[in-house]
């Protein structure tokens, strides 16, 4: 089930049947209940914040369209958030532990 909301579709015979009307009830629910008190309980609100980044499983399952419902800047999220953090922390051992091997590439801006 987690698969085919991230992906947004379930693939039956051929043809793809949208998740989005069957999920959207669930996650509307999760999101108005736990996003709402974590924001006001970390920094009371995000129209102060340049930009957040939402990366993981849960910005995959929200998705952008949803999370600009509760947060109030701009949005920052990978083509693949599930496994953005994962990348980070890879990109982070590189760094660390084969210095004089590692190169960070920098994606452009824009």
């Given at each position: 089930?987690?698969?085919w909301?991230r992906?947004?579709?379930?693939?039956?015979?051929?043809s793809k049947?949208?998740?989005?009307?069957i999920?959207?009830?669930?996650?509307q629910?999760?999101?108005?209940?736990?996003l709402?008190?974590?924001?006001k309980?970390?920094?009371?609100t995000t129209?102060?914040l340049a930009?957040?980044?939402?990366?993981?499983?849960?910005?995959?399952?929200?998705?952008?369209?949803l999370?600009s419902?509760?947060?109030?800047t701009?949005?920052?999220?990978?083509?693949?958030p599930?496994?953005?953090?994962?990348?980070g922390?890879?990109r982070?051992?590189?760094?660390q532990h084969?210095?004089?091997?590692?190169r960070?590439?920098?994606?452009?801006?824009?």
């Amino acid at each position: 089930m987690d698969t085919w909301i991230r992906k947004g579709f379930i693939q039956w015979r051929g043809s793809k049947i949208d998740m989005e009307p069957i999920s959207l009830p669930a996650r509307q629910e999760f999101a108005d209940d736990v996003l709402v008190r974590c924001i006001k309980a970390v920094w009371g609100t995000t129209d102060f914040l340049a930009g957040m980044v939402a990366a993981g499983g849960g910005a995959s399952v929200l998705g952008s369209k949803l999370l600009s419902n509760y947060i109030s800047t701009r949005i920052y999220m990978a083509k693949d958030p599930e496994n953005s953090i994962v990348r980070g922390y890879y990109r982070f051992y590189v760094t660390q532990h084969f210095k004089d091997h590692a190169r960070v590439l920098v994606a452009p801006r824009g």
